[in-house]
């Protein structure tokens, strides 16, 4: 069992920027941070393979940016900037286990939440 932690969610105006953090109690090597709104689907936002295999969704490219601490790679981090206010959310760190024959599977384990919220 894993267990994720997320910290970093606020509030801040339009076109500034948060950092959400998020630890894990073992090493997972995918990562990825989803987010959901009210009344919307949960999404995936971006993710990460080991160190740098990172993905988006084309409305974060650009903008958001998913890494590891160098010290310690238990944390990973988003970086949100040039923030909007669609981007308010529900922020959510998951991990997946990874094997050799199928990479990344599903995401079985769930932080409980930062909530970011963007005001314009």
């Known amino acids: 069992q894993v267990r994720l932690v997320e910290s970093g969610g606020g509030s801040v105006q339009a076109g500034g920027s948060l950092r959400l953090s998020c630890t894990a109690s073992?090493?997972?090597?995918?990562m990825g941070w989803f987010r959901q709104a009210p009344g919307k689907e949960r999404e995936r936002v971006a993710s990460m393979v080991r160190n740098t295999n990172t993905e988006y969704v084309d409305s974060v490219k650009g903008r958001f940016t998913v890494s590891r601490d160098n010290d310690n790679r238990n944390i990973v981090y988003l970086q949100m900037n040039s923030l909007k206010p669609e981007d308010s959310a529900m922020y959510y760190c998951?991990?997946?286990?990874?094997?050799?024959?199928?990479?990344?599977?599903?995401?079985?384990?769930w932080g409980q939440g930062a909530q970011v919220t963007v005001s314009s």
């Open positions: 073992a090493y997972k090597i995918c």
């Open positions: 998951a991990a997946a286990t990874w094997n050799f024959d199928n990479g990344c599977g599903p995401y079985n384990y």
